[in-house]
């Protein structure tokens, strides 16, 4: 069974750019959660989507940030217009039943230059 | 707010050696505890979970034990190997709308032959 895959891998691009992260949940997961590491720190909560439905987006930073989940399978993570401080590790994780456990992909890591 | 402590990094030790990783956490609630791991060059796995007080869980020579009257869930293990040189991030769960997971700032293992 194919496990939680995110695209890209890494992605360098300029402040004041665009980047699309992309994940893809196990299937016949309903439940899909973006989370980001920043600076070493800790793993940050971001957003959690209930098929295609946003349960909990108290977690987005600010609105440079745009998720989405078209038809609840792969989900988006949109930065617009991204800034310095946006660097970091984003990663996604699945689950099938609600607070159950997530399995996470490997994550993106975004460099803003 | 609810928030997870871990002991910072790097650690290193040789092999064989006896591992302890401190984790306390603070909760408004009765959370869940989970140790995940992320190796180099992949994403994060759970590791061992332990859902009420005085559980243990346990995977792969890892352990450890949900101490409500501590708050604590310190990870250990008896005879470190050089492939457990990877990232080690203590985590909580709570049942408040969403289930999302809060993870604390992560610990650096480097195990030396």
């Known amino acids: 069974e194919a496990g939680v895959t995110q695209f890209p891998s890494h992605s360098v691009i300029e402040k004041g750019q665009t980047v699309t992260l992309r994940c893809d949940p196990i299937?016949?997961?309903?439940?899909l959660y973006w989370y980001r590491r920043v600076m070493g720190k800790e793993i940050k909560f971001l957003l959690h989507?209930?098929?295609?439905?946003?349960?909990?987006e108290s977690g987005m930073p600010n609105n440079r940030f745009l998720a989405e989940r078209t038809g609840g399978t792969y989900s988006t993570l949109k930065v617009q217009p991204a800034e310095l401080e946006d660097s970091g590790v984003y990663f996604c994780?699945?689950?099938?039943?609600?607070?159950?456990?997530?399995?996470f992909g490997q994550g993106t890591r975004l460099t803003v230059v | 707010g609810d928030s997870v402590t871990q002991m910072e990094g790097p650690v290193t030790l040789s092999e064989e050696a006896f591992l302890t990783i401190n984790c306390t956490y603070t909760?408004?609630?009765?959370?869940?505890l989970f140790w995940y791991v992320q190796y180099p060059g992949e994403g994060l796995q759970l590791l061992l979970k332990a859902t009420k007080a005085d559980d243990k869980g346990s995977n792969k020579g890892f352990e450890a034990t949900y101490r409500k009257e501590t708050t604590s869930f310190h990870l250990e293990k008896g005879s470190v190997q050089v492939s457990d040189s990877a990232v080690y991030f203590c985590?909580?769960?709570?049942?408040?709308?969403?289930?999302?997971?809060?993870f604390g700032a992560g610990t650096r293992l480097f195990v030396k032959a």
């Open positions: 985590a909580l769960t709570l049942n408040t709308g969403g289930f999302k997971t809060i």
């Open positions: 989507f209930v098929k295609e439905s946003k349960q909990d």
């Open positions: 299937s016949g997961h309903d439940n």
């Open positions: 909760a408004t609630g009765y959370p869940s």
């Open positions: 994780a699945s689950s099938q039943i609600e607070g159950g456990v997530g399995f």
